[in-house]
């Protein structure tokens, strides 16, 4: 039977640090300054089930407890895009967003950011571009942070590739199968 995206509803707060102590036990916790950016006004703006997982990851990199695993440090979750004279511009090249219609959750190594957006989908901020792409984007967050964390497993060599691939396909996420900067293709 194929994974479906409803199969991953509620993945943040139910099976999250499972994952995570099964494939990096020995992470070190992510750390975050008190003052990190609220996301209380974010998740308002969210469906309620975009809002619990948001929420749910929140409480987690705020615990001091959750293993470092997507690059979540002080100036990227929660980044400030105006405070730090950052635009932010929709896929489209035109549309102006705002800090209000973004909230970044980590980063990729290369300087650009993980964003969950108001439709609960998580896209990518090119930082060269200050665009959200259009193409490579997760549904939600919990698919999202299912989806990585079994990216980074593989990376590590604590998961067969060809044990997750075929859950990639099924769930046919832009920001896992996306020809060339898909998760899929950079797990090598």
């Given at each position: 039977m194929?994974?479906?995206i409803a199969d991953l509803l509620g993945y943040t707060e139910r099976d999250l640090d499972d994952d995570l102590a099964r494939w990096f036990p020995?992470?070190?916790?992510?750390?975050v300054p008190a003052e990190t950016r609220s996301v209380t006004t974010f998740l308002s703006r969210l469906?309620?089930?975009?809002?619990?997982a948001l929420s749910a990851l929140d409480r987690r990199v705020r615990s001091g407890l959750l293993p470092q695993f997507l690059d979540i440090f002080d100036w990227s979750y929660g980044f400030d895009f105006a405070g730090n004279d950052c635009g932010i511009l929709d896929s489209d090249y035109t549309t102006e967003l705002t800090d209000d219609d973004v909230y970044s959750i980590g980063a990729d190594g290369g300087?650009?950011?993980y964003v969950v957006l108001t439709n609960g989908q998580v896209a990518v901020w090119f930082h060269e571009e200050e665009v959200v792409e259009g193409g490579t984007r997760f549904?939600?967050?919990d698919v999202f942070l299912w989806s990585y964390v079994r990216y980074q497993a593989v990376r590590a060599g604590q998961l067969a590739r060809s044990a997750v691939e075929g859950d990639f396909l099924a769930l046919g996420q832009d920001g896992a199968l996306e020809p060339e900067l898909g998760l899929l293709r950079l797990m090598k």
């Amino acid at each position: 039977m194929s994974l479906c995206i409803a199969d991953l509803l509620g993945y943040t707060e139910r099976d999250l640090d499972d994952d995570l102590a099964r494939w990096f036990p020995a992470a070190p916790p992510v750390q975050v300054p008190a003052e990190t950016r609220s996301v209380t006004t974010f998740l308002s703006r969210l469906a309620p089930a975009d809002a619990a997982a948001l929420s749910a990851l929140d409480r987690r990199v705020r615990s001091g407890l959750l293993p470092q695993f997507l690059d979540i440090f002080d100036w990227s979750y929660g980044f400030d895009f105006a405070g730090n004279d950052c635009g932010i511009l929709d896929s489209d090249y035109t549309t102006e967003l705002t800090d209000d219609d973004v909230y970044s959750i980590g980063a990729d190594g290369g300087g650009n950011l993980y964003v969950v957006l108001t439709n609960g989908q998580v896209a990518v901020w090119f930082h060269e571009e200050e665009v959200v792409e259009g193409g490579t984007r997760f549904d939600n967050l919990d698919v999202f942070l299912w989806s990585y964390v079994r990216y980074q497993a593989v990376r590590a060599g604590q998961l067969a590739r060809s044990a997750v691939e075929g859950d990639f396909l099924a769930l046919g996420q832009d920001g896992a199968l996306e020809p060339e900067l898909g998760l899929l293709r950079l797990m090598k």
